[in-house]
């Protein structure tokens, strides 16, 4: 069975192996009271010797999961269920990523456009930089080539 099929034909698989389970048992029931024991006892017994069935159930099932992607559809799913039930949670929380990504993406525009770029000029080695820093005692200016 590929993986695919058998991640949406889940129900199926584990009723197959619920059913397999239940056939274990009862053939140790069989062969208990095959050798003399009650069908009460045996079946007592049975489920001693086998153990926890539910938790059996659980450990098979666990080889055959994929945890990452089943608990990443799982929130999913009660994200969304939880989106629908609070209408202006949504709305604030559509509102707020609108508004984060438009800002990031105008900043980043700004910054691509001045610093990313090169400036539009035949000679740019020859353009100068100015900055001014006022130490608190005195103003400056400095001059400095583009070229360092």
């Excluded at 539910?54 to 799982?74: H, M």
Aim: proline share 2%; net charge neutral; with cysteine.
């Amino acid at each position: 069975m590929n993986w695919f099929k058998q991640l949406f034909s889940r129900r199926r698989v584990y009723n197959d192996l619920s059913e397999e389970i239940q056939q274990h048992l009862q053939e140790k029931i069989e062969e208990l009271v095959a050798s003399g024991m009650p069908r009460k006892e045996a079946a007592a017994a049975a489920g001693r010797d086998f153990g926890n069935i539910t938790l059996v159930q659980e450990d098979s099932r666990a080889v055959w999961r994929w945890p990452s992607i089943e608990g990443f559809f799982a929130d999913l799913c009660y994200a969304l269920r939880t989106l629908r039930k609070t209408l202006g949670f949504t709305a604030t929380a559509k509102v707020t990523l609108a508004l984060g990504i438009g800002a990031n993406t105008s900043i980043f525009m700004l910054l691509d456009a001045i610093r990313l770029r090169s400036l539009p000029v035949q000679n740019q080695q020859e353009l100068a930089e100015v900055w001014i820093t006022d130490s608190g005692h005195q103003g400056w200016a400095s001059i400095s080539n583009m070229e360092n």
